[in-house]
């Protein structure tokens, strides 16, 4: 069992950076595939950005490719998303989340993530 505890979220004017992290405790998040995912109010989740569990590949969506950076720290048991250039529509609330089975990949179904953290928001003003 793991539990994820997202921070970093808050009020940033667009242009603007905010870095999350995901926290893991209970076992070594460096196991798990990680995922960030999004929802703004009325929408449905979606996906930000996946990082393998070793941190050698990564997968963005088009909507945040060339501003959102994932990264991991397997020593902190972390895992990042370095967010510049941030825009209104990137407002949302974040979520992380892993995916038990521990494979050497990445995803970007939310389906395949079986563990996810509380949220934590982010608000982006015009």
């Known amino acids: 069992q793991v539990q994820l505890v997202e921070s970093g979220g808050g009020l940033v004017q667009a242009g603007g950076s905010l870095r999350l992290s995901c926290a893991a405790s209970?076992?070594?998040?460096?196991?798990?595939?990680t995922g960030w995912f999004r929802q703004a109010p009325g929408k449905e989740r979606e996906f930000v950005a996946a990082?393998?569990?070793?941190?050698?590949?990564?997968f963005y969506a088009d909507s945040v490719k060339g501003r959102f950076t994932i990264s991991r720290d397997n020593a902190k048991s972390t895992v990042y998303l370095q967010m510049n250039s941030l825009k209104p529509e990137d407002t949302a609330v974040y979520y992380c989340?892993?995916?038990?089975?521990?494979?050497?990949?990445?995803?970007?179904?939310?389906?395949?993530?079986?563990?996810w953290g509380q949220g934590t928001q982010v608000t982006v003003s015009s």
């Open positions: 209970g076992r070594a998040l460096s196991m798990y595939p």
């Open positions: 989340a892993a995916d038990s089975r521990g494979s050497s990949y990445y995803y970007i179904s939310s389906y395949e993530y079986d563990y």
């Open positions: 990082i393998t569990r070793t941190g050698d590949a990564t």
